[in-house]
């Protein structure tokens, strides 16, 4: 239990950041520097076209050539939080404006249509900041968001979108914890989306009534990132138990895992990305910032950037 205490600081403290200082000059797709240091990843993506995108509190950057070469995307340089990817390509995030912009803070929610490069308000602006983000794949209207601290105009706790985030409710629950903090990673499964899994500080978390009831089904179990594998109902996470951690696959909605590999020992995964195109690629940004890429189904794995270095 020592590893799962551990984790457990590591995890409090990279997801409980709010807003930190963002990059002066324009983001348009200008190359990132040799020496350039990648810090607080709040997204990952990974796309059809085999490019790679980290979201941070500096802007969301790419690589098309597994990490040789990096470029910033688009001409905002947005302090990313809850960055998602749908199952329809849509990217979509929360978070902080850049210094050199003129949109009020929080940004509510952004949605783009093209990788990145161009946002457009979807709702909420000046008021809320998700830190938590996801979809259900089979239904991309459907979303839900986490605010974890109270703001002026919005209680904490887990929001529903049954419009592609145009309107938001409060979904009234129960069993969940007091510091929503302790929600690190939300799925809702592509085949029933009234059941959503949780990986929270206490264990996983189930809801077989669209967030309304939560129920603890695996105390046991830390679970710092849940994914679904693109065209299947599979999920993918990171989970630490007792005595091992790594990548696992559930192929019957989170009742059962196993263990792929990728023990990363005192670190965890963050965000999983998978190329919708081909699942054998996998991408995964762990709490100390270090990216690794795997491109047979998570048997072997690369690292494209070490706890903030990119590998160019």
Not at 141 to 167: C, H, P, T, W
Not at 190 to 215: I, M
Not at 262 to 278: M, Q, R
């Amino acid at each position: 239990m020592k590893k799962i205490k551990i984790l457990t600081g590591i995890l409090v403290a990279g997801l409980s950041l709010s807003a930190c200082s963002s990059a002066d000059d324009s983001a348009e797709n200008k190359k990132v520097d040799s020496d350039y240091k990648v810090e607080h990843v709040h997204g990952l993506a990974y796309t059809k076209d085999n490019a790679i995108y980290l979201a941070s509190h500096e802007g969301l950057i790419q690589t098309k050539d597994n990490g040789e070469n990096w470029s910033f995307t688009g001409d905002v340089d947005f302090d990313f939080m809850g960055f998602h990817v749908q199952s329809d390509g849509t990217m979509l995030t929360s978070g902080h404006p850049g210094p050199e912009s003129d949109l009020p803070d929080p940004l509510g929610l952004m949605e783009s249509n093209d990788n990145g490069q161009n946002w457009e308000s979807k709702s909420l602006l000046g008021e809320v900041d998700f830190h938590v983000l996801t979809s259900n794949d089979s239904n991309p209207n459907l979303l839900f968001g986490v605010i974890q601290m109270e703001s002026d105009k919005y209680e904490a706790g887990i929001y529903k979108s049954i419009d592609k985030g145009s309107s938001w409710e409060k979904i009234k629950a129960t069993g969940l914890p007091e510091d929503l903090h302790g929600i690190y990673t939300l799925v809702s499964l592509p085949s029933d989306e009234n059941v959503l899994l949780a990986g929270t500080n206490g264990g996983v978390l189930r809801s077989e009534n669209g967030g309304k009831n939560w129920e603890n089904v695996d105390n046991s179990r830390l679970i710092t990132s849940i994914s679904t594998i693109p065209g299947t109902n599979d999920l993918i996470s990171y989970s630490i138990l007792e005595n091992e951690a790594g990548v696992m696959i559930s192929k019957d909605n989170g009742a059962s895992w196993k263990n792929i590999g990728l023990d990363l020992g005192e670190d965890a995964v963050a965000y999983f990305a998978i190329n919708p195109e081909d699942t054998e690629k996998i991408a995964v940004v762990t709490f100390e910032n270090s990216l690794l890429i795997s491109e047979d189904g998570g048997q072997n794995w690369e690292t494209l950037m070490d706890k903030g270095t990119l590998k160019n």
